[in-house]
């Protein structure tokens, strides 16, 4: 089944993989606490995969929708954890050349102790201007940061809880006498 929140555009690029359209990926790390010198609401981080790319967010985005920003370039790689019983799913994501100023927003997020999230944003190197190719764009909470001398990795979750019941209420004889038929 098709992924509803991808474009058009983007599905066809990802399955035929043509030579002149390029999928750029970017990572937005944000957190209420994070501020620019303005004292104004910033992300920590936008970050391109291969060069810098400005590029329109989306609307609704919680900081700076509907705005042209600048990721940087730098290197990561995100990857999906094996997905076992009785565990929540989750992607870890890599960044390379971690610097001192996101490691100072870093340091401001644990003091806080509300969640880091991550927001995900594909662009189509041919459509910049039409913004993410994927709506909603999906966000994650990081459950788990390592910092290492030249890189960060952060375990991050969607939000979803999937160990539980589905559907999460429960369907009791006592609640629902009728269940237990005649």
Do not use: C
Request: net charge negative.
């Amino acid at each position: 089944m098709p992924d509803p929140s991808l474009s058009d555009a983007l599905a066809e690029a990802a399955a035929l993989a043509p030579a002149e359209e390029i999928i750029r990926h970017t990572l937005e790390i944000r957190h209420p606490d994070f501020v620019d010198d303005t004292g104004e609401r910033d992300s920590a981080w936008m970050v391109a995969d291969t060069e810098e790319l400005t590029a329109p967010i989306e609307a609704a985005a919680p900081v700076k929708g509907g705005q042209w920003v600048r990721f940087n370039a730098v290197g990561f790689s995100f990857a999906l954890m094996p997905i076992e019983p009785g565990t929540t799913p989750e992607i870890e994501i890599t960044i390379d050349g971690v610097n001192r100023a996101l490691i100072r927003y870093l340091d401001l997020a644990m003091e806080s102790g509300k969640p880091i999230a991550v927001a995900y944003r594909p662009y189509l190197d041919t459509a910049i201007e039409d913004g993410p190719q994927m709506d909603p764009v999906p966000t994650f909470e990081v459950a788990e940061i390592t910092v290492g001398v030249t890189n960060m990795t952060m375990k991050a979750r969607t939000g979803i809880d999937l160990r539980g019941a589905f559907p999460i209420r429960q369907y009791t004889l006592a609640e629902f006498p009728g269940l237990a038929g005649r």
